[in-house]
């Protein structure tokens, strides 16, 4: 069983960044797939971005391409969205994921974190 724990999330300004973490513990993640998600107050959540464990490619979502970079550490078992030019409509919780077998950029995915919250003030 994996448990993941994200961190990183805050209050920023629009145009700021914000770098989220989201390490992992039980047992490796180097041969697991991840993703990002986020859910929006009222609405359902989304996909946000991805990382195929084994060619590094990623996958975004439209709304984050070219702001947003998801990076793996398989040597930390840690995953990273790096947030750039962050803007209201940004915020949300934010969900770490983890899909063994083939990457999927939407749900299910078979293991998720708690969430950390970003907030992005106008």
């Known amino acids: 069983q994996v448990q993941l724990v994200e961190s990183g999330g805050g209050l920023v300004q629009a145009g700021g960044s914000l770098r989220l973490s989201c390490a992992a513990s039980g047992r490796t993640i180097s041969n697991t797939h991840m993703g990002w998600f986020r859910q929006a107050p009222g609405k359902e959540r989304e996909f946000v971005a991805a990382i195929n464990w084994r060619s590094g490619t990623t996958f975004y979502a439209d709304s984050v391409k070219g702001r947003f970079t998801i990076s793996r550490d398989n040597a930390k078992n840690t995953v990273y969205l790096q947030m750039n030019s962050l803007k209201p409509e940004d915020t949300a919780v934010y969900y770490c994921?983890?899909?063994?077998?083939?990457?999927?950029?939407?749900?299910?995915?078979?293991?998720w974190g708690q969430g950390t919250q970003v907030t992005v003030s106008s």
């Open positions: 994921a983890g899909r063994i077998g083939i990457l999927r950029t939407s749900e299910p995915y078979d293991f």
